[in-house]
């Protein structure tokens, strides 16, 4: 048949059936590792045997794909544009040829959640709990971050689904599957006569400090209601914040579900933020290239289920 005669998606095919599609898993492991040798571990072929595949890849390709640069190797552009089609492509593939669909009582696979650590904190134990009752060989990983992560969270970082504060932006489809609230944390034996405008006005504040991350929203609604505040000490994981508070009298305003579970842990004493603010709410925000499958409908059942004790809590008064 003429190729003229051929729809684009035939003569891809076309083309595709010249080339020899056992490149790919080697491509996809140099593309992961930017390294022939680990690249040759992952994929178990000998280090000669993988450079002479990268010949092969460059020639094919017509892009060096991996250049080296002050003493380390980089990927070209269009590598780096390559990692998340031949990962999808292969996720895919992998997918299709699974002889049974997934079965959370034997499946066995990682799964892989990226989440602030006070999220992990709250969310980390309960979602184990569940695992270990619905899934009792899959291993869980939690890979921890301040939210500013590359985009290459889900290609570089094969991550399933990030839990996203909402007030971070993401081009992904996202899901709304818990709600936050603010409160008021201060040191131990701090005098039950003042009350939380007291403490917030009076006391040095701990807060959260990072240059891409807004400010919050209780800070805003403090200067709207005109109450003074002088924030003293400040950190970068928003974890440490009530930790600091053993330090010396001092007052923050945090979570509410990490801050009820560092009450009995720390012995902080934790009251409701005195005026309205807007809640903060947790996204799930889902790998693109993970698609509608069975997988991802249990997942989302899983998170749903081991977060409902947060969403009774968030609706319980101190």
Not at 114 to 131: C, I, K
Request: with cysteine; net charge negative; glycine share 4%.
């Amino acid at each position: 048949m003429d190729d003229s005669a051929l729809s684009t998606s035939d003569a891809e095919l076309v083309r595709l059936a010249s080339v020899d599609l056992n490149l790919l898993v080697p491509l996809l492991a140099l593309l992961e590792t930017r390294s022939v040798t680990r690249a040759a571990e992952v994929v178990g072929l000998s280090q000669p045997a993988l450079s002479h595949t990268l010949r092969r890849l460059r020639r094919l390709l017509g892009d060096e794909l991996l250049v080296r640069e002050a003493g380390s190797m980089i990927l070209t552009p269009r590598a780096e544009q390559m990692v998340a089609p031949v990962r999808h492509a292969l996720e895919q593939s992998a997918r299709a040829l699974r002889p049974h669909t997934f079965d959370p009582a034997t499946d066995d696979r990682t799964l892989t959640i990226a989440m602030t650590t006070s999220t992990a904190f709250v969310v980390g134990p309960l979602l184990m709990g569940v695992l270990d009752r619905r899934a009792p060989h899959v291993t869980l990983r939690i890979q921890t971050t301040n939210m500013m992560s590359s985009p290459g969270v889900f290609t570089d970082d094969a991550v399933d689904v990030v839990l996203l504060l909402e007030i971070f932006a993401s081009p992904h489809p996202r899901e709304r599957l818990y709600d936050e609230r603010w409160v008021v944390l201060s040191s131990p034996g701090t005098p039950s006569s003042l009350d939380t405008v007291d403490l917030l006005s009076t006391l040095p504040h701990v807060a959260y400090s990072d240059p891409v991350y807004p400010q919050m929203k209780p800070y805003e609604v403090l200067d709207r209601e005109g109450v003074p505040y002088a924030v003293r000490d400040s950190v970068s994981d928003y974890l440490l914040v009530p930790h600091l508070l053993l330090a010396a009298p001092r007052v923050c305003v945090h979570r509410l579900q990490a801050g009820l579970a560092l009450r009995d842990v720390l012995g902080v004493r934790v009251d409701e933020f005195p005026f309205d603010a807007p809640p903060l709410g947790v996204d799930m925000v889902w790998n693109p290239w993970l698609s509608e499958d069975p997988f991802r409908t249990w997942l989302r059942e899983v998170l749903v289920e081991a977060t409902a004790p947060l969403r009774v809590r968030a609706e319980q008064t101190i």
